[in-house]
């Protein structure tokens, strides 16, 4: 057993070893200590119709429950096999309990939303347990009697639950009847047809009925996000027909879709939802005024002209159409070229922070009745408010509120008219940038003639062509998350973005990346492959000498 369970960790490491250290790098989100399920809630959720965002849905069918707890009265099956699989399940059950465990579940990241992810595994043990116990025949009348007292005692103990419906009380009970009549018309050998319909009646039923409780449920306590249709459609093929990676990026824009809408609608946008959203991901949206809900790992797609230039978007879904750069001032390559020197330390203004990236300064200070310069776009930093700012005529919905939300730096439209203020809704600290265009579009130029003169991408990293005469430090457009090397040797930070030294005569500088613990898992899977077949190997010797 000990060598099948290092057998079986060795196959799983090349997933195994990269989430685990994945996880090292991972945004924190919420940082608390785990609550447990009360043990009411968890006994609820082992049977149908019940429904908790927050508990272990381990429910699978009142007849594998009285299939597995048969088993301890079986005395015809050997002892270490029905001790072994009936300890199993609640050792698995108690392991989703405790705090250690519960991280060890997760890969040591606390996943937002539900703590009970691994619930499928508590389901599968007792799938398992239940097939152990028939494989060795239908159980008798001891054993059904005695496994039907354990669920009803396991539904007794469920009855302080708030998730515990008298549907669910109803259908447990007329199951485990259908259940035991099978078992014991099977194990007379009679009225088979009979059995078999009572067994699958129950399946079927008891499924049928906790999927659409759950669905009513869930329809009235989660998000709620347009299905996919003909507009989805529409967008998806226009941000098709307006890519042009790597020469620029694609922003899949807002409305929200899901929570990955790049991978959905395409492009290359920032929008991007994991438990293990990288640490410096989140840092530097959030540095240059990004937004966020989940507590920093689902990020939203952040439309600025300024951080548009910085990360070379070309075109965006904005207002139900695409909209393209200003062909008078395309996006910057993916690679730019800036002077020798340590990358820029943020500080707790996200214009600043956009101009120390961007090398120069491109906003204004509002005047002193609280006015931008006419000509000017208004920008509004404030992550903690909710409701509705605006300018003029034009008006736009924050969601801020931290730390479960952070609403993004936002445009009020162009400062038409002296003396208009914004109206900012309250709610923590705000800011307010006046953007002048021609200031941005002269310091993009300037960058634009240090920049890369070709840019070619693989799945697995880039090479820049990087024009003559070019020193200091090549700066690539993208997170400098863990598994990047550039030039053979572990890669730089600028800004937190991937950057690389350019020494005097350099014509090109190369990126790949590695996921973190993907050599050494696949090293791991190897040993365990070779294992696994030498022990093949020798079965089948064994077996022909036998013979």
């Not at 959720?45 to 849905?57: D, E, I």
């Not at 395409?266 to 939802?273: D, K």
């Not at 800011?431 to 003639?449: P, Q, T, Y």
């Not at 572990?490 to 350019?502: E, F, I, N, P, T």
């Amino acid at each position: 057993a000990g060598l099948t369970t290092v057998t079986g960790v060795a196959l799983a490491a090349p997933v195994l070893v990269p989430v685990f250290l994945g996880s090292r790098h991972a945004h924190p989100g919420l940082v608390k200590e785990f609550d447990p399920a009360p043990a009411a809630d968890v006994l609820a959720r082992l049977l149908p119709v019940t429904y908790s965002f927050a508990t272990p849905a381990a429910f699978v069918s009142t007849a594998v429950l009285l299939l597995v707890a048969a088993l301890l009265f079986r005395r015809e099956i050997p002892a270490r096999r029905r001790w072994a699989w009936a300890g199993l399940c609640p050792a698995v059950a108690a392991s989703m309990q405790w705090g250690p465990t519960h991280l060890l579940w997760h890969a040591f990241a606390t996943p937002n939303g539900s703590p009970y992810r691994q619930t499928f595994v508590l389901s599968g043990v007792l799938v398992l347990a239940a097939w152990t116990g028939f494989s060795h025949g239908p159980p008798g009348r001891r054993a059904l009697l005695g496994g039907s007292a354990v669920v009803a005692a396991l539904s007794l103990g469920a009855l302080p639950s708030p998730f515990l419906t008298r549907w669910a009380l109803v259908l447990t009970a007329t199951g485990l009847a259908a259940a035991a009549g099978a078992l014991l018309l099977t194990r007379r050998g009679r009225y088979g047809a009979l059995a078999a319909l009572l067994v699958v009646g129950t399946v079927v039923g008891q499924a049928a009925a906790t999927t659409a409780y759950a669905d009513r449920e869930r329809l009235a306590r989660l998000d709620d996000y347009p299905p996919w249709g003909a507009d989805q459609r529409r967008r998806a093929e226009a941000l098709a027909e307006a890519d042009g990676w790597p020469a620029h990026r694609t922003d899949s824009g807002l409305p929200r879709v899901a929570g990955n809408d790049p991978l959905l609608l395409g492009g290359q946008g920032a929008a991007y939802y994991s438990s293990h959203t990288p640490a410096v991901l989140t840092e530097l949206l959030t540095a240059l005024g990004g937004g966020w809900t989940s507590r920093g790992r689902n990020l939203l797609s952040l439309d600025n002209p300024v951080t548009d230039a910085l990360f070379g978007v070309g075109a965006r879904w904005r207002a139900g159409e695409v909209v393209r750069a200003d062909p008078s001032a395309p996006p910057l390559p993916l690679v730019t070229v800036r002077p020798r020197g340590p990358g820029p330390a943020y500080g707790p203004s996200p214009f600043r922070n956009q101009e120390l990236l961007l090398g120069a300064r491109v906003y204004e200070a509002p005047r002193a009745d609280g006015a931008c310069r006419v000509g000017t776009e208004v920008f509004l930093w404030a992550p903690d408010a909710t409701g509705t700012a605006g300018l003029g005529g034009y008006g736009t919905k924050l969601l801020g509120g931290q730390p479960k939300r952070r609403a993004a730096l936002t445009s009020l439209g162009v400062q038409e008219r002296a003396g208009a203020r914004p109206l900012i809704p309250r709610g923590g600290t705000a800011e307010i940038g006046c953007l002048d265009r021609d200031r941005l579009r002269a310091a993009v130029a300037a960058l634009r003639g240090r920049a890369a003169t070709r840019v070619d991408v693989r799945p697995d990293g880039l090479t820049a062509t990087l024009p003559p005469g070019a020193t200091g430090t090549a700066v690539v457009a993208a997170p400098r998350i863990a598994g990047w090397r550039c030039e053979g040797r572990r890669a730089r930070s600028y800004g937190d973005l991937l950057a690389v030294d350019v020494a005097p005569g350099t014509t090109a500088v190369s990126c790949d990346f590695h996921p973190p613990g993907l050599r050494a898992g696949l090293t791991a899977g190897a040993a365990g492959l070779l294992v696994l077949a030498t022990t093949w190997r020798l079965g089948v010797r064994s077996r022909r000498r036998t013979l």
